[in-house]
């Protein structure tokens, strides 16, 4: 590395400086104000929160064993005494199903989209980025993904694996992938060719600072949302494959799984039948509420 | 002129071309924009040099080719006697020659403070994060901006004469010896426009800089320039000293260039008949003298042979690219004493 010599501007030496630029508002500073501000970005925050806790700790929040079964009391309606949210199929306790589902549930929605991310958002950015040759080989790779429709796809994975939680989330990364590289690669590249890019290219700097600096923070919040749309698809996906056998196996509780086994009392109670599916709807909704607020308090130019 | 101090230019640049291919067209004909055609020039340390022109004579990209944003299809640039590409490297050029754009508000990244915007070359070059923003809050403060103020300002939060500060902060902090003033001040209001202007001059003394000046405004042109270089659809028409180029014009592409520039005495109309139509296709340039489709005195030797950049004796090194201006050029004013001015 070359050693700049300091700068013989003006009479502030460089400590000095530093503090002087520290005095004003920081950029996360800003972001916690506007955040505080943002009554519906804190309700889904707290919901999720609250939700995620219940499911850590469903033990204490639930009565009854989610495994405990028993003909006679099977699909009692919402309000039934000891079972206030009625009982399944089966005669389980729904509330200690919903609570003890969740886990899976969410763990199947978060991981394979958390990965996806990372995965399609590096090779992304990257295509973009560099364009020519590196991104013509990674968008026709995705290309290639993009062909199956992405249950098939996440069926043809389980089903060289095997069945399981963690063959699901594979499958499910797997099907993630290439539409997130899709949306990231079309985003850099719409930064690549600003000027602050070339700017930044002018001063000697690499790819990877490039896109630390410059490329990243444009670029990473509709990668973001995007996103957190694709969580509840990945709960409803891992659900169907729940149902084809092939992902989470009964007596498990998980939503999807509950949301297909229910299927078959849907002229008995409907409302039952509904509660995995009204489960789903929130965590989905909280998480792409919350993705919406967080972009825009962090969006600097709003 | 500073010409005489060292032995060897800072900057020189030879026969620098770059063609653009053109997308689309009739197949199996490949088309190019001869952007940039042969431009060979020397920069001195300490001056300033004016590079005028008219839009798509090739001035940005000339710009961009200095600083390796393009790559030339031929042609060398040496740096201090030390050719690019082979002595010096890009990352090497980079910390001595940098370039500030036209257009304040996209060279600036919406999502960085302006302090980090600046400390990213240094911290580029391997400075530790505290050290470079340090050095940003300094040179905040030598472009007249409080880094109090504006060291976590956004672009979006600033006008566009501030803006145009922090991006000329963000050329210095590399500490180059030569900067490329790409349009710098043509987007800012008259009054803003007129304080830049001398915020360069101001930091040209304090930091020794050389300056590369582009610029569509002959009168800023003037005003900032010790040496002048009027290019024509991607080449060179004219070069010298700001004083014998605007006071005694030789090129005719540089004369109507100057007699289209409006005058402050109303006595001084402007008489002489403008150029007609906008330059020729780039695409497909006229053979010989490329001015030779618009110039009043073109002849049969300008379409044949294309002129070469020749210097004036006795005119302080102005050269220029003319038959009339070659004795025995085969053009019927060579002979007289080129055009009288």
Same mark, same amino acid.
């Given at each position: 590395m070359v050693e700049v010599p300091a700068v013989p501007v003006s009479p502030l030496d460089a400590a000095e400086a530093v503090g002087r630029a520290q005095q004003s508002k920081g950029y996360w500073q800003r972001v916690r104000t506007r955040l505080r501000q943002d009554k519906v970005t804190l309700a889904m925050a707290a919901v999720l929160a609250l939700l995620l806790v219940m499911v850590i700790f469903a033990p204490y929040f639930t009565l009854h064993d989610p495994y405990d079964g028993s003909v006679l009391r099977r699909l009692k309606p919402v309000g039934t005494p000891g079972y206030w949210l009625g009982t399944d199929e089966v005669g389980r306790d729904l509330w200690s199903r919903m609570l003890y589902g969740g886990r899976l549930s969410l763990l199947a929605g978060v991981v394979p989209v958390a990965s996806a991310l990372l995965i399609g958002g590096f090779l992304g950015t990257l295509a973009g980025y560099s364009g020519g040759l590196v991104n013509s080989a990674v968008m026709r790779l995705a290309d290639v993904l993009y062909a199956f429709p992405s249950v098939l796809l996440a069926i043809a994975i389980t089903g060289i694996l095997g069945s399981g939680l963690r063959n699901t989330i594979i499958a499910l990364t797997a099907a993630f992938v290439p539409p997130i590289i899709r949306i990231s690669e079309s985003v850099t590249t719409q930064a690549r060719h600003l000027d602050f890019v070339e700017a930044a290219r002018a001063s000697g700097a690499g790819v990877l600072m490039i896109i630390r600096y410059h490329i990243l923070n444009n670029v990473l919040g509709p990668i973001l949302v995007y996103a957190t749309s694709l969580i509840s698809i990945s709960i409803i996906l891992s659900a169907g494959l729940s149902f084809l056998g092939l992902g989470v196996t009964p007596p498990h509780p998980e939503w999807g799984l509950m949301l297909n086994s229910l299927r078959q009392a849907l002229w008995v109670d409907p409302v039952i039948c509904a509660m995995p599916g009204v489960m789903i709807f929130i965590t989905s909704m909280c998480f792409n509420l919350l993705s919406d607020g967080l972009r825009q308090a962090m969006d600097v130019r709003l | 002129m500073s010409a005489a101090t060292t032995s060897h230019p800072l900057l020189r640049v030879d026969r620098l071309t770059k063609h653009f291919p053109v997308r689309g067209g009739l197949p199996g004909r490949r088309q190019v924009v001869q952007a940039v055609d042969d431009v060979s020039f020397?920069?001195?340390?300490?001056?300033?040099?004016?590079?005028?022109?008219?839009?798509?004579?090739?001035?940005?990209?000339?710009?961009? +080719? /200095?600083?390796? &944003?393009?790559?030339?299809?031929?042609? !060398?640039?040496? %740096?201090?006697?030390?050719? *690019?590409?082979?002595?010096?490297?890009?990352?090497?050029?980079?910390?001595?020659?940098?370039?500030?754009?036209?257009?304040?508000?996209?060279?600036?990244?919406?999502?960085?403070p302006a302090?980090?915007?600046?400390?990213?070359?240094?911290?580029?070059?391997?400075?530790?994060?505290?050290?470079?923003?340090?050095?940003?809050?300094?040179?905040?403060?030598?472009?007249?901006?409080?880094?109090?103020v504006f060291a976590n300002r956004y672009p979006h939060e600033l006008s566009g004469g501030q803006r145009q500060r922090i991006n000329v902060a963000r050329a210095l902090a590399l500490e180059p010896r030569l900067v490329i003033l790409d349009e710098a001040v043509s987007a800012l209001d008259?009054?803003?426009?007129?304080?830049?202007?001398? +915020? /360069?001059?101001? &930091?040209?003394?304090?930091?020794?800089? !050389?300056?590369? %000046?582009?610029?569509?405004? *002959?009168?800023?042109?003037?005003f900032i320039s010790d040496r002048v270089m009027v290019m024509y659809l991607g080449k060179v028409v004219e070069l010298g000293p700001v004083n014998w180029i605007y006071r005694q014009p030789r090129h005719p592409y540089t004369r109507a260039l100057l007699s289209a520039m409006p005058s402050m005495n109303p006595r001084r109309r402007t008489m002489a008949a403008p150029l007609f139509g906008d330059p020729p296709n780039p695409i497909n340039p006229p053979s010989g003298c490329r001015f030779r489709t618009r110039c009043p005195y073109a002849e049969a030797i300008c379409a044949a042979l294309q002129p070469e950049l020749a210097e004036m004796p006795g005119e302080d090194g102005r050269a220029i690219a003319c038959h009339i201006h070659r004795p025995g050029s085969g053009h019927s004013r060579a002979t007289q004493a080129g055009l009288a001015a």
């Open positions: - | 020397e920069v001195w340390a300490g001056e300033t040099l004016g590079i005028v022109g008219e839009s798509g004579c090739g001035k940005s990209t000339t710009a961009r +080719l /200095l600083m390796h &944003l393009v790559r030339p299809d031929s042609g !060398t640039i040496a %740096f201090d006697g030390k050719t *690019l590409g082979s002595a010096m490297s890009r990352r090497d050029l980079h910390r001595q020659m940098q370039m500030v754009f036209q257009d304040s508000y996209s060279s600036l990244n919406p999502r960085l302090a980090v915007s600046i400390a990213f070359g240094p911290l580029v070059h391997g400075v530790a994060k505290p050290a470079a923003l340090g050095r940003a809050a300094d040179l905040l403060q030598a472009v007249g901006l409080d880094p109090v008259k009054s803003i426009e007129a304080q830049v202007l001398n +915020l /360069l001059l101001d &930091l040209k003394d304090r930091f020794d800089l !050389t300056y590369v %000046f582009i610029s569509h405004d *002959l009168n800023v042109v003037r």
